[in-house]
């Protein structure tokens, strides 16, 4: 598993824990209440992070026998790399409020498990540590870095030359959350940051300015929205950088066929786990219709409520060039750091590798919409 994973520091797996929901479970107990509403939690009455689970448990598998199936494998090939398997960590911000190691831990794994990372603009560690925690080995999986535009143009632009600089080969922009949800969970608790845990790498972005309002505006449309980015925004950042800009938070067709006008560099399906605009369609029922919007041109990920080895070979039959996960990889990084991260990851691939066996799948080239189940109906 790596150099840095068998350490004989890393602490080991908890008994029982053999599935991600495993993982789940234990890290509500590991985890304190401000931390689990933080990462467990999502918009209002938490709808669409059921939802998101739920869309891909309710697919099924349609299985061919008597197959060739040796020498298959998992490998893909994204943005002009070969890769040992479609998966990919998430971004996912504040990865200390889970394990003192956070964000380091998650690079250390992914890279020894041969995944990809995307670090998140709100990570605590900074991005030139991660990357180098990453490292450089040819065998791993890809690097990016998301990014929230922030309403400061020359701070972006700054912010993009580090991530360049430090070896990231993409930037991942999400457009899906010009504001916060309303995350009833978190106000519960009262969330808040510990000290010594922020967003380290926004540091030096000063405060926008203060707007004042008239009578009868709003302070989110009138204020905050105000800054929020547009198309325009995306096609001025594709300016500024030699990465490839992939937009993650395409739900709707139409903002699909948008993005291959602006030749963005790939589409990520996702309702940011549920966390943004509850009762948002789950990621698993928009997969196929923005596939077939984005029809070939462009690569199309895929994120939330996957929790299976099978929910990857279902994703991919519904033409996915690869999948994320978030909040599996936080609990296992709350439960045993790097080894919890790892241990997560070595999860999916098996059962992944097990799926496409039992579907009669030798490669994910053999994962179409045949392998899944769907019921004929009589429209005469």
């Not at 401000?34 to 709808?47: I, K, P």
């Not at 912010?159 to 959350?177: I, K, N, P, S």
């Not at 709350?334 to 799948?361: T, Y």
């Amino acid at each position: 598993m790596g150099r840095y994973l068998t350490m004989n520091s890393l602490p080991p797996i908890p008994a029982g824990v053999v599935t991600l929901d495993d993982h789940e479970t234990h890290a509500r107990t590991t985890l304190d209440a401000n931390a689990w509403a933080y990462f467990a939690g999502g918009a209002a009455d938490e709808h669409t992070v059921r939802a998101n689970a739920d869309a891909w448990h309710d697919l099924q598998l349609l299985p061919r026998v008597l197959r060739p199936l040796a020498g298959g494998h998992t490998r893909i090939t994204l943005l002009g790399r070969d890769l040992a398997h479609p998966i990919l960590l998430a971004p996912v911000a504040y990865q200390r409020l889970a394990h003192p190691d956070g964000e380091i831990a998650s690079a250390l794994a992914a890279s020894a498990l041969q995944a990809g990372l995307v670090l998140s603009t709100q990570a605590s560690t900074p991005l030139e540590d991660v990357a180098r925690a990453f490292g450089n080995d040819p065998a791993r999986g890809p690097l990016w870095f998301q990014l929230y535009l922030q309403p400061d143009r020359g701070f972006n632009r700054e912010l993009v030359q580090r991530v360049e600089a430090a070896g990231y080969e993409a930037l991942v922009l999400t457009v899906d959350a010009p504001c916060h949800g309303a995350r009833d969970r978190e106000r519960r608790a009262g969330f808040r940051l510990p000290p010594g845990i922020g967003a380290v790498n926004l540091k030096g972005l000063a405060a926008p300015a203060t707007t004042s309002l008239r009578p009868g505006q709003s302070a989110l449309f009138d204020g905050l929205l105000a800054h929020a980015p547009t198309w325009d925004d995306v096609a001025w950042l594709q300016s500024v950088t030699r990465l490839p800009v992939l937009l993650k938070g395409i739900l709707h067709p139409d903002d699909a066929r948008q993005a291959v006008a602006l030749q963005a560099g790939g589409v990520i399906v996702s309702n940011h786990g549920g966390r943004t605009l509850d009762t948002a369609i789950a990621t698993a029922r928009a997969l196929p219709r923005v596939a077939e919007a984005v029809h070939g041109e462009l690569p199309v990920l895929v994120d939330g409520g996957i929790r299976r080895g099978t929910d990857v070979l279902k994703a991919m039959a519904l033409g996915a060039s690869a999948v994320l996960i978030g909040r599996p990889f936080v609990f296992g990084l709350a439960n045993a750091g790097a080894h919890g991260v790892a241990h997560v990851l070595r999860l999916l691939r098996d059962e992944l590798e097990i799926a496409m066996a039992l579907a009669g799948c030798r490669t994910l080239a053999d994962a179409s919409p045949a392998c899944l189940w769907t019921e004929r109906r009589d429209d005469s």
